[in-house]
Nanobody, 116 residues
Framework: QVQLVESGGGLVQPGGSLRLSCVVS????????MGWYRQAPGKQRELVAV???????NYADSVKGRFTISRDNAKNTVYLQMSTLKPEDTAVYYC??????????WGQGTQVTIFS
């Protein structure tokens, strides 16, 4: 069984930074692509960034140049460094992993709130 546990959310002012972490435990050998999604109140969950097992990345246009996704395969951890945060970045952020055995896996989510 694979589990994803996020951490690092919180409250920050516009222009600030946060780093989210997601630790993957269990059958990590089956994991390839990992990523971060977010869901704001009243909106659908949307892709923020993804990273493959070899480090190729892809970002939503709204976060390009401000967010950086990375992974440490030795620690089974994926990170999302968020900078120049805006109020519209406020959402619950979910860690995602794709397993060749069970498909899409999700963490429990961590709240990120940008406020003035």
């Amino acid at each position: 069984q694979v589990q994803l546990v996020e951490s690092g959310g919180g409250l920050v002012q516009p222009g600030g930074s946060l780093r989210l972490s997601c630790v993957v435990s269990g059958n990590t050998l089956s994991i390839s692509r990992m990523g971060w999604y977010r869901q704001a109140p009243g909106k659908q969950r949307e892709l923020v960034a993804v990273i493959t097992h070899v480090g190729s990345t892809n970002y939503a246009d709204s976060v390009k140049g401000r967010f950086t996704i990375s992974r440490d395969n030795a620690k089974n951890t994926v990170y999302l460094q968020m900078s120049t945060l805006k109020p519209e970045d406020t959402a619950v952020y979910y860690c995602n992993a794709w397993s060749s055995i069970v498909g899409d896996l999700w963490g429990q989510g961590t709240q990120v709130t940008i406020f003035s």
